[in-house]
């Protein structure tokens, strides 16, 4: 990801509620893909 210039949006499945997974040194771009995800994942549960 940091060579690359790719952006990462990640969260824990198998919860009864969406578990994002991000770290303060992520970009914002990278912040809002979290959020994002787990707004939808939250919207099929």
Do not use: D, H, W
């Amino acid at each position: 990801m940091l060579f690359g210039g790719g952006e990462l949006a990640g969260l824990i499945q198998g919860t009864s509620k969406p578990v994002v997974v991000m770290s303060r040194s992520e970009s914002e771009n990278s912040k809002y893909y979290c959020i994002a995800l787990s707004c939808l994942m939250a919207e099929e549960t």
